[in-house]
């Protein structure tokens, strides 16, 4: 009998000193599984007198539930240790934003080439594109800049060396080879823009040795100027969000277009700020014209057929008016800090789309 209680407290000792679920499973085959230690002395019960029997009966079988129950609660203490430590160790915080915070932004010059782009593909103008690295011919000579033009030197070319057929290609110094290119390409009518990066050699406080432009350009028949001021009306309103703007257009000279014009509009100039759409101040923003019949004849098309306009921005300086940013220069300098402030998120989306939705980033 004082046996069976000893038993008792090693066997439960052991038990509660048991220390991960694989030994305790050990101890339990080991002590009351079939061939175990209790089970076995169990069994010889059998051989017992029954006056016997009726004395060790009941202590065999309390000893047995006493080592149930203790392994069953050690099992349940142990389990619910391991269920807490993989908690611990997969905790996730929620307070954590639900993905990795946004890195990097959009340029601003980005963001208005993507605004530029969705307004005019909205109203019917698809995206052309070509080299940057132009022959002279699609830059100036189809554009009616013959050699020895005042022009030429006006545009400030980057020449690259002499190739084998000794002749010199350039930087492009604007968009127009691409409408060249494009009108050489094939039939019109044509309704395109050309957006993307433009040289000339020049670098100071409102220039800088590359700059971006979007160019335009519409050749049908019975084209005329009515299109040409609807169409420039109809991009500032979108592009400045405004209903009412006021454009005036000053009589100018660009050897591509006759009648050729620059683009002003409304604004007031107000402490050191621009503000478009107020005030009696003007601001040039583009230039335009019918697109000259020397340049349709360049391209083999007829004059007398055929007609259309063109106009050219520099979307450098549209992003500075719209967002007033005041340095042309900050744009290219890889400041993180700027990029920071005048960035856009990635999923910002341009103007157009989120007018009367949201307000985006800015
Ligand atoms: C073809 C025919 C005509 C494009 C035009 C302008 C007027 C213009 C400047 C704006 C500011 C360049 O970035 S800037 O310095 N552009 O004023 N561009 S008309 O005329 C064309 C183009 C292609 C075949």
Redesign the pocket.
């Known amino acids: 009998m004082e046996d069976l209680q000893k038993l008792e407290s090693e066997i439960v000792a052991a038990i509660t000193a048991c220390e991960d679920l694989a030994k305790l499973e050990d101890l339990r085959v080991a002590e009351i599984g079939k061939k175990g230690r209790v089970s076995l002395m169990m069994r010889e019960l059998g051989k017992m007198s029954p006056d016997e029997k009726k004395e060790f009966g009941p202590k065999f079988n309390k000893l047995k539930t006493v080592l149930v129950d203790a392994i069953a609660d050690r099992k349940a203490a142990l389990e619910l240790d391991a269920l807490n430590a993989r908690l611990q160790s997969e905790r996730i915080d929620i307070t954590l934003p639900s993905r990795p915070a946004p890195e990097g932004s959009i340029h601003p010059i980005t963001q208005v080439m993507d605004e530029v782009t969705e307004i005019f593909t909205e109203i019917g103008f698809s995206v052309a594109e070509g080299p940057e690295i132009e022959e002279d011919f699609y830059n100036f000579t189809?554009?009616n800049i013959p050699e020895e033009h005042p022009a030429r030197q006006m545009h400030d070319t980057f020449y690259l060396p002499e190739d084998e057929d000794g002749k010199r290609k350039v930087l492009r110094t604007?968009?127009?080879?691409?409408?060249?290119r494009t009108?050489m390409a094939g039939p019109p009518p044509y309704r395109i823009i050309?957006p993307g990066r433009?040289y000339r050699c020049d670098s100071d406080a409102t220039h800088t040795p590359m700059?971006h432009?979007v160019?335009?350009?519409v050749i049908d028949k019975n084209i005329h100027m009515g299109h040409l001021k609807w169409c420039i009306e109809e991009f500032c309103r979108k592009f400045f969000e405004l209903d009412d703007v006021k454009i005036r257009f000053r009589p100018?000279y660009?050897p591509?277009?006759e009648p050729?014009a620059?683009v002003d509009i409304g604004c007031a100039f107000k402490d050191g700020e621009i503000l478009i759409g107020e005030g009696d101040d003007w601001l040039e923003i583009?230039?335009?014209?019918m697109?000259?019949a020397r340049?349709l004849e360049n391209?083999n098309l007829d004059p007398n057929e055929y007609q259309?306009f063109?106009?050219?921005?520099?979307l450098d300086?549209i992003a500075m008016l719209k967002w007033g940013i005041p340095d042309l220069r900050d744009f290219f300098a890889a400041d993180l800090r700027w990029l920071k402030h005048y960035g856009f998120a990635a999923l910002d989306i341009p103007s157009l789309s989120t007018q009367n939705k949201t307000t985006g980033s800015k």
């Open positions: 189809a554009l604007h968009t127009s080879p691409v409408q060249i009108m050309a433009t700059f432009q160019e335009a350009l100018s660009f591509f277009t050729s620059e583009m230039g335009c014209g697109v000259n340049v391209v259309g063109a106009f050219g921005m520099g300086r």
